[in-house]
């Protein structure tokens, strides 16, 4: 039971980063000193993305999930769990490709924004 419960959290704080990487220059908007904290998370995501690396914490569900006697996975975290709600089909190379592109694209509108939001008020 503490296994499957340890697996539930570390799938929890997997979406809450993935999250975090995708849209939280969103929050950077509201408390600006984040920004410390997600552009590490945005360089870490779109890594992972761009070499095909599998984030440490699918293993280590994995193996909370097989010390629960529980079912694991062979693919990382966004094949597995985020991309069966967008695609029907398994995930491809271009497609964590283009992922990884839309990671940074979102943020770089996102900084940008908050760039000429700054420099607007610098001007008055």
Known sequence: MWYRLGADLVLLLHLAFVLFVVAGGLLVLKWPRLAWLHLPAVV???????????????????????MAGAATYDADFIEHYIL???YPA????????ILGMIVIGVNVAIYGWLRQRSLAREQR
Do not use: M, Y
């Open 44 to 66: 870490w995501g779109t890594v992972v993305e761009f070499t095909g690396w599998i984030c440490p914490l699918t293993p280590l569900e994995n193996a909370l999930r097989a």
């Open 84 to 86: 069966p709600l967008l």
């Open 90 to 97: 398994d995930i491809t190379r271009d497609s964590q490709l």
